[in-house]
Each structure stands twice: as structure tokens, then as C-alpha cells.
């Protein structure tokens, strides 16, 4: 999260220093060549687990693309329903021309002017701009075009198909160092003694924490890898001594409350990017289809025996009369470091797999809103007026209904119709998307008094008086200002979000089963509390309130570390690099 | 003094303008009232018109929040003008639109007052310096690089601080920043807004001299906005004093300083204190602060502070305290002519509560209450004061108008309904030019009242 503040601000220096930075890696290569050499080393050691990556995100962005094409055919379609298919068509043609001009409207600043040049007219500056972002709608609506309605679409699929297929087959077959076949730790009792199937004949628990331990081992590595990133390119590549950024993250690394945060939450994504990994049963298996899946296990009267994790789970709930706690077996040897659920499946995996949902309904909503208040707020601070009103009234009409009833109803409409948007994560994606609505007129809100500040500062109207655009001006001159604020909500909203997902699911209203969430479980486990299987809503209920807490410390830690403010040495720096 | 009248429109006519770079004429610039029901404007810029000579620096004063920095930025379109023209070079620039206000702007360029806030804190000094090449689209980066270095060099930096950020310089390093950024597109007319008032004293006299040097080595003009006088008389060629939107007078510096024509001149130099303590002049000092430029008085923008206010001549005799009170009379009910009273309030009123504005008679009271007042002025007065009492009051007005109005509030002589505003009169052969009734032959000349009040 943090790297989206410098993203912005480096984005800056790299047109034109670009040749130079290059430059400077070729006459010093060594200290790159080594920091690559420990990214190429890390990610062979991972190779397997970053191609299923890779595939997911192919996956991701095919759903996101599909969605979005399917948007001019459905509003063709309604207005075909009415007005007749004539007019059908003009509004899918319509509607797709302005979503291909949206798109062209950020990007046609970085594409080269030489295609403008091709139509050999004489437009001025202004002409140009639109006459480039035309001509990219063009492209872009004509590829559409092409992919949907000729033979060159069926083509484009298939090749798709092809680069998804060999990436996922590229991820079956190729090892990772965390992977479950390379440190199994499901296995069973022998009747001797001793177990089989499992890593190296250890014990399922051994076998888990040395996985599960190498996971952790290794995100640590890879942290530290990118702090050296950073470390390098400060002391061999960067031409500045000093940017104010090195402030920022010498704030942040002396604040240990905000340092806690941070390693809460590293702890909590990183168990969520690794779900696989960490969860000590299969999710596949365990939670989504125990029926169809078998294991063996050493039985009572001293035989390996097979059986269907359905029927073990029903053996193995912590339903008060029966607990399987943390850090025990269950009667079919199967490990659950914390215990098992009311249903009798892993609490380990659903924590882990848990954290996926939560972080990705995270991430996507605030990640979503935080771009419509940014955006907004810069809009309606540089052009004021009627922008303005027009934002506040947007935002104050939605404020207007209480968050909460309006989530519940919107995804209970979408829900009972069976939307496909309600089909990823059983509703979680509906989720993140009505946060994400819910939510921005908050976020702009709270950074609206740093846009309006930042647009009266002298060097916008500067910018101005030479002639920048207003949207490179938003841009350079105020963006990075807001970031930092856009940060802070967004990782305090962040918690919010997560344990509204987590209320809602334990009002039975948000993400439906089978997809593990961490509301389900405290609600599955509440009415234990005070019987031997409390561990099945205290467990979850303390990770909520930790990664809650944690964002908020991260939150606070980033306010401080933006405001020069709560540095007493400022003036100290101005007067080291003064002199001259 | 010559006491000719000259036309409103200076060197239109006859006067040669050997060569004139900047004409402005009859400019406004009016910000819409915020308000939804209240929608008149601010009138911070109200009908001006002079000339900016090539090469020369024009200074422009006046008290905070007289128009002059909002001038400033409507000559470099940074605000829109409401009405009238600026003419650079013969082209009329409030009304350049697109690619043409595009190329214009590397012409005119503006240097700021507040060197933390001019300079984005986020960008390298390169960065910064460099982005108006960048717009511009300056020959090649390297070429850009280059040529930020020697302007760094230029304005007293060193190109090594190309790749520093502004936060580790100082104020004054600060300000010469701005100025190299200001020169990168070599233009010919640069207005300064007040560009050493947040400096240290010590670093003004530095950032004043690299400010004339580069004048002299770039040709440039500028126009100097301040409100430091004496560094207005150092720097500037001719001057413009500003009050209430409008210019009172221009003219050659020196002679401008050494003998003011315009009340306000002399009263804004009267507050400089003496080198000389031999200085005949008086020290005049101004009562109140100006008035609400929403709310201009009408007449003389300087009327309801003037101290050689051209009173009608049978009041000509009355004190000067009770003269005070009457023009402290004029702008309360002014204010509450204006001010918009709650329902609230004017129910308290109708039953005698007390509201937040205090009753007519105990302000006749304060203003006038140790005083000697005529009987036959305090009886016009008591007059007022129950017209206003009964919320008349724009009769309440009309009738102070119409006993203690003169020229200056815009009352015509010659018996007209329309208010009338005084004229520029030409002042000396330099083609200073004021703008006040007192030059007009039928009125005492100010000097002379001045004394006679004092
Ligand atoms: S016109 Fe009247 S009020 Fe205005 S400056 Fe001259 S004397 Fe004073």
C-alpha cells in the first residue's frame, strides 16, 4: 500500500531522467545486478506458486473485461427492450464509444504524438489532445469491434485460452519451495508407529510449522529484498542526496506503534496470500467439496481406513459437547493447530482463506472509492463552482442514507437476482463494490480540505500562469499532496470495512458459504463462548479486532510520518543542504 | 501644478508614448459574491487605466486588500478581467483564448510572494525550474537541463542544486528559485508580487539587487506590487498608488515621493517615518480601515477616510472631531442598510429586545456625545438619527447627503442626479496624473487644507 505515494511522485522524474537513470545502472551495474540476482532467487525458489499467480491475475483481469463488455450489449439490450433495436444498437455503439474515450482520456498523455501527425492536420495544442484521445477511442473501439462481431474474436479466445492454459499448466508442474507437495503434512498413523505420507515421516504438525515457518521465512526475505531495493537505488542510482521521502520513512521506521501495525498486517496478508500454504487440510477438500474428497486415516481397531472429510468433519465439531482445540488431532489425524469449527472443518484454513476474502473485499473497495474521492476531489477543488455542488450534493445524498441499510438492501437486490456480479466469493465482490460507493463520499470528505488547500498554494497558480494543463496540474502539483491523506483514511476505512463484512456475514446477509469469512465463524462458534469449544468465535473475534487495531496503527503512523510538522530536525535539514 | 484637465484615458491623445508595452484600459475585475442572495461582486479591481513603458518598472501600492495584487494577476490572465482591456503590444489579452493564451503566457510571467507556497515541495529544483520548458515544449530534454543549470547560475544558485528538494533551502534561495522558474521562458514582462515582504531584512536588499541586474541584462519589464515604500522609491521608475480598486495616482517616482498631489499619497507617505526630521509635512493619520470593496461609497473611493474631504461651505467651519462623527454616522447606517436582519432579530427589535446591532441613539451618543455640536447641525442630525432609527435608511441618507454631501461623495455641484467621480487631473509637466476634486480649480488645493486642519 505504501508504494502508491511514491508511485506518483517517481512516475515524475522518469520521462525525461529516464535515459540517465539507465545510464547510471551501466557505469555501476553491480549493486543492481545483485538486487535483481536476489529477486531472480527468490522467485525460482516460489516459481510454481508465481505462475498460479500470474494465472489468477489473468483470471481476474478476464472477469473485469468481460464485465466491462458486457456493459454496452446490456444497456443496448434495455434500450432495444423499449425503442427498438435501431435504437438498441446506437446505445450499445454509444455507450462503448464512452467507455473506450474514458480510458483514452488518462493514458493518451503517454502515448507519443506521432500517431496525431498521421492525419497531417494543423490543430492546435488544445486540438491535439482531443484529436489523439479520438483517435486512441478509435483504435480502441475498433478492436472491440473486431473481437466481438468477426471470426478474429473466436481467435483472440482461443489464443487466450491458450496463454491461460499453458500458465496454469506451468503452475501445476513447477515446484515451490512452500508448496503442500514438496512439504506434505497430511498423512496417517502407522499401526507400528510413526506416520506415512508426510514430510520426511514427521509428525502432521512438525511438517506444518516447517511449511508454514518457510512461508513466513520467506515474505520476510522478500521484505527485506524490497527495503534493499530502496537502500540501493538511495545510495548508487538516486541523483537527489535527500528527498523529503527519506523523512517520511525515517518518521515511519521510529514509530514502533505504527511498526506494530505494519507487521500485524504483514502477517495478515501475508497469511492471505499464502492461504494454500498455511492452511493445514486442503480448503478444496476440507471446506468447499468434503464430500468428494477421501483421506486415510489409522482407525481405532488398528487399520489404515479411508473416509470422505465429510463424515470426519461431522465427527470433529467443537460444538460445546464435542471440542477439538488448538493445537490437537482429531480422531482421523488430522492436524488443526487452532481447533476446528462449530462445522467441524479446519479453523487454520478458513482463518487463512478468511483473510483472502477479507483483504481482497478490502483492498478492492478502498481501493475503488479511494480512486472516485481522489479523482473528485481534485476535480472539484482545481475547477470549484458548479463541480463543487455538484460532488457535495452526489455526496451528501448518498450520506444521506445510512450506510449500512443501504449495503444490506443493494446486496440483498443483487443477491435475489442472481446478478453475476454476486458470483465471485459468494457475494464478496458485490460487497467490496457497494463499499466502494458507500464509502467514497467519506474518503472525499476527509480529504477535501487538504485539495482545497493544496489548490491555493502559489505554485498551482504558477503552473497556471505558464500554461500547464489542468490535468497535469492535478497531477503533479496536487495529487502527491492528497496521496498521503488518501493513505491514511484509506488503511483506517480499511478496518472498517473488513469488520463490516465480517457483521454482515454474522447477520447472514454478506458472503455466503461456502467462501470462508471470519464473521461466519465468530457467529458459528458465539453461542460456545462459555463451553469447552470457546476457541471457535474467540479466535476469529481477536484476529478481527488485531487487524482492526493494526490498519488504525498503520493509519496513524502514516499521518505522522507525512507531516513535516512532527519533525523537530526540519530545520536542521533546510540548513544542511542550504549554504550556498 | 497645472490644473488643466486631462482626459480620464491617459496618453490616448497628444502625449506621446514613446514606447509603451503595457496599456490597460478601464480594467475591472469583480469576484462574484460567494453568497447565494447577496450577489454583488467584490469590486477589487474598478476601472483602471495606465501605461507600462518598455524596460521600466512600474510600482504598485496601497494597503493590503486594495486591488493590487488582483491587478497584477489579471495582467497575466491568472484572473479574468470583468471589463476593459489590457493591451500588449496592441493585442487585447483578456480576451485570448486556447493556443494563443498559450503562446502569450511565455511572455508575461509573474514571480510570487510567499516563496513556501510557490514552489512545490515535491519536485527537484530541476524539476521545477524546468517545467515551463516542459509545457512549452522547449527543444530537447538535454537542451532543457542545460539551460535550467545556467539559469541557476544566473539568479545565484549553483547547478548542483539541480537535485535538490525546496525544503532544504532557505527563504531568500527560495524566492531566487521562483525567479530562475519566472526567467525559464525568457519573457519580456514580469509582474513581482511582492517578492521580498517574507523575507528577512537582510536578504531583501540581495533579492532586490539580482531582481535589478537581471532587468538590465534581460531587458524585462516589470510591474512591482509592494507595500514597503521604501523599496518601492529604490526599484521603481514611476509608481502607481491603489486604493479601493482604483489607481489615485501615477507618476515618476521621485517627484511622486517628494511631492505628493493625491490626499492618499500623503497620507499613505505621511506614515513613513522621516529621515529628515526637518520635513515640513505634517504626519496625517488615517481614521478606520477602507471600506468593504463590495460596498464601495459611491463618489471619491477615498471619501469616507479622506482628511481634506471638500466639505459644502457652510459646514466648512465645524469641527473636525464633529466632522469625524458625521462621517462615522454615514458608514453606520450604510452598514445597516446592508446588513440583513434575521426575522428573528426584527421581532426582538418590535419589542424593544436587545439585537446584536446597537441602537441609533447610543451610537449618535458615542459619536457625538462630548462634543459641541451647532444647534442647527445637531438638529439635521437628530433628524438622521430618527430616520435610521425607523430602518428609513436610505432617507436617512439622502438627507445627510443632502446637508453634509459634497463632490467627494458624489453629490454634483451642478445639481445632477447622477453620482459624480472625480477626474484624472494632470499634476506636473511629467504627466503625473491624480485622481482627486481637489485639483479642480474651484477647490482649495490639498497642501493648503491640510494645514488649515491640522
Ligand atoms: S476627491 Fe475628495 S475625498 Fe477624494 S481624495 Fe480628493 S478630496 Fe479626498
Redesign the interface.
Known amino acids: 500500500m505504501s508504494t502508491t505515494q511514491s508511485d506518483s511522485?517517481d512516475g515524475?522524474?522518469e520521462p525525461?531522467d529516464d535515459k540517465l537513470f539507465r545510464d547510471r545502472v551501466r557505469e555501476n551495474p553491480r549493486p543492481a545486478m545483485a538486487w535483481l540476482a536476489g529477486l531472480a532467487f527468490l522467485l525460482l525458489l516460489e516459481i510454481g506458486r508465481v505462475f498460479a499467480g500470474v494465472g489468477q491475475a489473468f483470471g481476474i483481469v478476464g472477469f473485469t473485461v468481460e464485465l466491462l463488455a458486457s456493459v454496452p450489449t446490456s444497456v443496448g439490450d434495455n434500450v432495444a427492450g423499449t425503442l427498438g433495436s435501431a435504437a438498441g444498437f446506437v446505445a450499445t455503439a454509444v455507450t462503448a464509444v464512452l467507455m473506450a474515450f474514458a480510458v483514452t482520456v488518462p493514458v493518451a498523455g503517454s502515448v507519443p504524438d506521432g500517431a496525431v501527425d498521421v492525419l497531417g492536420l494543423d490543430l492546435?495544442?488544445?486540438g491535439r489532445r482531443w484529436a489523439k484521445r479520438a483517435e486512441l477511442t478509435f483504435v480502441l473501439v475498433a478492436a472491440a469491434g473486431l473481437v466481438a462481431y468477426t471470426p478474429v474474436g473466436g481467435a483472440f479466445s482461443a489464443l487466450i485460452g491458450a496463454i491461460t492454459g499453458g500458465v496454469d499448466a506451468l503452475a501445476a508442474s513447477l515446484p515451490s519451495i512452500t508448496s503442500r507437495d514438496l512439504i506434505p503434512n497430511t498423512g496417517h498413523r502407522l499401526p507400528e508407529g510413526g506416520w506415512e505420507g508426510t514430510f520426511l515421516g514427521l509428525s502432521p504438525a512438525t511438517a506444518w510449522a516447517i511449511r508454514t515457518g518457510l512461508v513466513f521465512a520467506y515474505a520476510t526475505t522478500a521484505l527485506v529484498w524490497l527495503w534493499r531495493g530502496f537502500d540501493v537505488y538511495r545510495t548508487h542510482y538516486r541523483?537527489?542526496?535527500?528527498?523529503?521521502r527519506d523523512d517520511t520513512v525515517r518518521r515511519f521506521r521510529n514509530n514502533y506503534w505504527g511498526l506494530f501495525g505494519f507487521a500485524i498486517v504483514f502477517l495478515f496478508v501475508v497469511m492471505a496470500l499464502w492461504a494454500p500454504a498455511v492452511s493445514p487440510v486442503e480448503a478444496q477438500h476440507n471446506i468447499y467439496e468434503p464430500n468428494s474428497h477421501e483421506f486415510q486415516y489409522l482407525s481405532e481397531d488398528g487399520e489404515v481406513t479411508s473416509t470422505t472429510h465429510v463424515f470426519a468433519n461431522l465427527q470433529s465439531r467443537s460444538d460445546g459437547q464435542n471440542t477439538i482445540g488448538p493445537m490437537s488431532y482429531d480422531d482421523y489425524d488430522r492436524w488443526a493447530p487452532l481447533g476446528t469449527t462449530n462445522r467441524g472443518q479446519d479453523m487454520m484454513t478458513h482463518l487463512s482463506y478468511g483473510a483472502r476474502t477479507s483483504l481482497v473485499i478490502g483492498l478492492t473497495a478502498i481501493g475503488l472509492g479511494a480512486l472516485i474521492a481522489v479523482v473528485l476531489s481534485l476535480l472539484s477543488s482545481y475547477y470549484k463552482g458548479v463541480t463543487d455542488i455538484v460532488t457535495v450534493m452526489a455526496s451528501d445524498t448518498i450520506q444521506a442514507v445510512p450506510a449500512l441499510l443501504l449495503i444490506m438492501l443493494v446486496s440483498v437486490v443483487f443477491q435475489e437476482a442472481n446478478h453475476p456480479i454476486a458470483q465471485p466469493l459468494d457475494g464478496g465482490l458485490l460487497l467490496a463494490l457497494i463499499f466502494a460507493f458507500a464509502y467514497w463520499p467519506g474518503m472525499w470528505r476527509s480529504i477535501r480540505g487538504p485539495s482545497l488547500q493544496v489548490s491555493e498554494?502559489?505554485?498551482v497558480?504558477?503552473?497556471?500562469?505558464?500554461?500547464?494543463?489542468p490535468l497535469?496540474t492535478m497531477r503533479?502539483?496536487m495529487a502527491?499532496?492528497i496521496a498521503g491523506y488518501i493513505l491514511i483514511y484509506g488503511s483506517l476505512l480499511i478496518g472498517a470495512v473488513i469488520i463490516s463484512t465480517a457483521a454482515l456475514t454474522f447477520l447472514g446477509l454478506g458472503i455466503n458459504p461456502p467462501t470462508p469469512e471470519w464473521g461466519r465463524l465468530i457467529d458459528g462458534g458465539q453461542s460456545y463462548v462459555a463451553t469447552d469449544s470457546w476457541h471457535v468465535a474467540t479466535i476469529p473475534g481477536i484476529a478481527i479486532v488485531l487487524v482492526v487495531i493494526a490498519f488504525n496503527a498503520l493509519g496513524d503512523a502514516i499521518r505522522d510520518a507525512i507531516d513535516?510538522e512532527a519533525d523537530v530536525d526540519?530545520s536542521e535539514?533546510?540548513a544542511?543542504?542550504?549554504g550556498? | 501644478m497645472s490644473r488643466h484637465t486631462a482626459p480620464t484615458t491617459p496618453g490616448d491623445e497628444g502625449r506621446p508614448a514613446p514606447d509603451t508595452m503595457v496599456k490597460v484600459r478601464d480594467l475591472k475585475t469583480y469576484y462574484e459574491g460567494g453568497g447565494l442572495l447577496d450577489d454583488r461582486p467584490v469590486k477589487a479591481v474598478d476601472g483602471v487605466s495606465f501605461d507600462i513603458r518598455r524596460g521600466e518598472t512600474l510600482g504598485l501600492v496601497g494597503e493590503s486588500g486594495c486591488g493590487k495584487t488582483t491587478l497584477g494577476r489579471t495582467l497575466i490572465r491568472l484572473e479574468e478581467a470583468t471589463d476593459g482591456e489590457v493591451l500588449f503590444d496592441g493585442t487585447d489579452i483578456t480576451s485570448l483564448r486556447g493556443d494563443q493564451l498559450y503562446e502569450w503566457r511565455r511572455n508575461a510571467q509573474m514571480v510570487f510572494q510567499d516563496p513556501d507556497s510557490s514552489l512545490n515541495d515535491r519536485m527537484t529544483i530541476g524539476e521545477i525550474v524546468r517545467e515551463p520548458l516542459d509545457v512549452h515544449d522547449w527543444k530537447t530534454p538535454a537542451d532543457r537541463r542545460e539551460r535550467v543549470k545556467s539559469l541557476l547560475d544566473e539568479v545565484g544558485l549553483s547547478p548542483e542544486h539541480y537535485y535538490r528538494y525546496p525544503h532544504q533551502f532557505s527563504g531568500g534561495q527560495r524566492q531566487r528559485i521562483g525567479i530562475a522558474r519566472t526567467l525559464a521562458l525568457n519573457p519580456e514582462f514580469i509582474v513581482l508580487d511582492e517578492p521580498v515582504s517574507a523575507l528577512d531584512v537582510s536578504v531583501q536588499a540581495e533579492i532586490i539587487n539580482l531582481l535589478e541586474d537581471l532587468q538590465e541584462e534581460f531587458d524585462l519589464t516589470y510591474l512591482f506590487i509592494a507595500h514597503d515604500l521604501s523599496v518601492v522609491r529604490h526599484i521603481c521608475d514611476r509608481v502607481a498608488v491603489m486604493y479601493l480598486g482604483n489607481i489615485m495616482e501615477i507618476g515618476p517616482t521621485e517627484e511622486l515621493f517628494t511631492d505628493p498631489a493625491n490626499p492618499y499619497t500623503h497620507a499613505l507617505l505621511s506614515a513613513i517615518p522621516k529621515p529628515d526630521p526637518t520635513a515640513s509635512r505634517d504626519r496625517i493619520t488615517l481614521h478606520g480601515t477602507p471600506p468593504n470593496p463590495r460596498y464601495p461609497p459611491t463618489g471619491c473611493p477615498f471619501s469616507t477616510r479622506c482628511p481634506v474631504r471638500i466639505r459644502p461651505d457652510e459646514h466648512e467651519n465645524l469641527d473636525d472631531e464633529v466632522w469625524e462623527g458625521i462621517n462615522g454616522l454615514r458608514e453606520i447606517i450604510r452598514e445597516r442598510m446592508r446588513a440583513d436582519r434575521s426575522i428573528r432579530e426584527r421581532v426582538r427589535e418590535r419589542f424593544g429586545l436587545e439585537t446584536r446591532f446597537a441602537t441609533i441613539d447610543e451610537t449618535y451618543d458615542e459619536l457625538f456625545g462630548d462634543l459641541a455640536v451647532p444647534d442647527e447641525v445637531d438638529r439635521v442630525l437628530s433628524e438622521i438619527t430618527d430616520a435610521a432609527g425607523d430602518h428609513e435608511e436610505r432617507e436617512a441618507l439622502d438627507r445627510l447627503n443632502a446637508e453634509f454631501g459634497s463632490v467627494c461623495d458624489g453629490v454634483d455641484p451642478d445639481g445632477g442626479d447622477e453620482p459624480v467621480e472625480p477626474e484624472y487631473y494632470e499634476v506636473s509637466d511629467s504627466g503625473r496624473l491624480s485622481y482627486c476634486h481637489r485639483h479642480d480649480e474651484r477647490y482649495r488645493e490639498t497642501a493648503t487644507v491640510i494645514d488649515d486642519r491640522s
Open positions: 511522485t515524475l522524474e525525461d492546435s495544442r488544445r541523483l537527489a542526496d535527500w528527498t523529503p498554494q502559489e505554485w497558480d504558477a503552473a497556471k500562469s505558464y500554461g500547464q494543463t497535469q503533479k502539483h502527491p499532496y513535516p526540519e535539514a533546510a544542511t543542504g542550504g550556498a
